[in-house]
């Protein structure tokens, strides 16, 4: 599943995105679409800004975070997939699944609480993917507080979290489906969600 070539941002997203990458390297917060929901981004390699996060959220420290990254290839500096894992991502990824995978040690334990595991994301939105590109591995979590719905358009965010982000990047209104949590290496669908059969007929005769 690809992005389509054509569906590029427009330049007042283009400004957005220079405006959140700069934010990004600050150490700050953003809220950006993908082909989800609009998710709560910080640099994932920052334990002080995945920290923020969490205290935005009001999430749970115990409950990790998922990194997300520009391609399957990019996943690979942050990851230590298994060859079956390599497979799987390049055949999903970019889309909406959560491949979990043991991490690299650059990856802070902070996101992924402590586990040796993580969930990486390679979201399937024209502007996400330039987000990520120029600002590396984002945290990839709902843009809600916990506890609440997730959220498929800007003007649905809670004041909580708008406050406590520097920029918000507005890419219309997203499809709200969940993305499917699966550890290709394991067999294992920890959540189900879009794409599910596809996925359960993959590791049901895996190529490799």
Same mark, same amino acid.
């Given at each position: 599943?690809?992005?389509? *070539?054509?569906?590029? /941002?427009?330049?007042?997203?283009?400004?957005?995105?220079?405006?959140?990458?700069?934010?990004?390297?600050?150490?700050?917060?953003?809220?950006? /679409?993908?082909?989800?929901?609009?998710?709560?981004?910080?640099?994932?390699?920052?334990?002080?800004?995945?920290?923020?996060?969490?205290?935005?959220? !009001?999430?749970?420290?115990?409950?990790?975070?998922?990194?997300?990254?520009?391609?399957?290839? $990019?996943?690979?500096?942050?990851?230590? /997939?298994?060859?079956?894992?390599?497979?799987?991502?390049?055949?999903?990824? *970019? !889309?909406?699944?959560?491949?979990?995978?043991?991490?690299? *040690?650059?990856? %802070?334990?902070?996101?992924?609480?402590?586990?040796?595991?993580?969930?990486?994301?390679?979201?399937?939105? /024209?502007?996400?993917? $330039?987000?990520?590109?120029?600002?590396? %591995?984002?945290?990839?979590?709902?843009?809600?507080?916990?506890?609440?719905?997730?959220?498929?358009?800007?003007?649905?965010?809670?004041?909580?979290?708008?406050?406590?982000?520097?920029?918000?990047?507005?890419?219309?209104?997203?499809?709200?489906?969940?993305?499917?949590?699966?550890?290709?290496?394991?067999?294992?669908?920890?959540?189900?969600?879009?794409?599910?059969?596809?996925?359960?007929?993959?590791?049901?005769? *895996?190529?490799?």
């Amino acid at each position: 599943m690809t992005a389509d *070539p054509d569906d590029r /941002p427009s330049e007042s997203s283009r400004e957005q995105l220079r405006r959140a990458a700069a934010a990004v390297a600050a150490g700050d917060l953003v809220v950006y /679409p993908t082909e989800t929901v609009y998710g709560l981004g910080a640099d994932a390699l920052d334990p002080d800004a995945v920290a923020r996060v969490f205290e935005l959220k !009001g999430r749970d420290r115990d409950e990790p975070l998922s990194l997300g990254v520009e391609s399957a290839d $990019a996943a690979l500096r942050y990851t230590q /997939p298994s060859d079956t894992a390599i497979a799987f991502m390049r055949a999903f990824l *970019p !889309g909406p699944v959560t491949v979990v995978v043991e991490r690299a *040690p650059v990856v %802070p334990d902070v996101l992924t609480a402590g586990s040796d595991r993580v969930g990486i994301r390679v979201p399937d939105h /024209p502007i996400a993917l $330039a987000l990520l590109e120029e600002t590396g %591995p984002l945290t990839a979590t709902s843009a809600n507080v916990s506890g609440i719905g997730s959220v498929t358009r800007p003007d649905q965010l809670s004041d909580r979290i708008r406050e406590g982000v520097a920029v918000v990047v507005d890419g219309g209104e997203t499809d709200g489906a969940e993305s499917t949590v699966v550890d290709p290496e394991r067999g294992v669908i920890h959540r189900r969600g879009a794409m599910a059969g596809a996925i359960e007929a993959w590791l049901d005769d *895996p190529p490799v």
